[in-house]
């Protein structure tokens, strides 16, 4: 089961830290998607289970950051200077596998999502 959590609301140029607690069997890949209202779900950031790979949107880039905790089981997505344009609901998502997609299709197992609004 995935966990998604972290969301609010932050004004633009804020930052926020989103989670994914992934429970039962260890994944391969950890991907996180957006989505806005009446938009399709686009690709954010994913990385592999032991952390060592990681890809981002580039929208993304050098805003957004990916990471896990080892530990915890936890994937943490920490979004810096966000922007209105960001506002969307939140999903992470799983597969097997080493290669890390970008298409929502290939991911079998989502969590629920987080709402994120940046207000302007």
């Known amino acids: 089961q995935l966990q998604a959590s972290g969301g609010g609301l932050v004004q633009a140029g804020g930052s926020m830290r989103l989670s994914c607690a992934a429970s039962?069997?260890?994944?391969?890949?950890l991907g996180w998607f957006r989505q806005a209202p009446g938009k399709e779900r686009d690709f954010v950031a994913a990385?592999?289970?032991?952390?060592?790979?990681?890809a981002l949107a580039d929208f993304a880039k050098g805003r957004f950051t990916i990471s896990r905790d080892d530990s915890k089981n936890v994937v943490w997505l920490q979004m810096d200077s966000l922007e209105p344009e960001d506002t969307a609901v939140y999903y992470c998502?799983?597969?097997?596998?080493?290669?890390?997609?970008?298409?929502?299709?290939?991911?079998?197992?989502w969590g629920q999502g987080t709402q994120v609004t940046v207000s302007s």
């Open positions: 998502a799983t597969r097997e596998g080493s290669i890390l997609y970008s298409r929502s299709s290939e991911y079998y197992y």
């Open positions: 039962g069997r260890p994944f391969d890949i």
């Open positions: 990385l592999t289970w032991d952390g060592r790979r990681k």
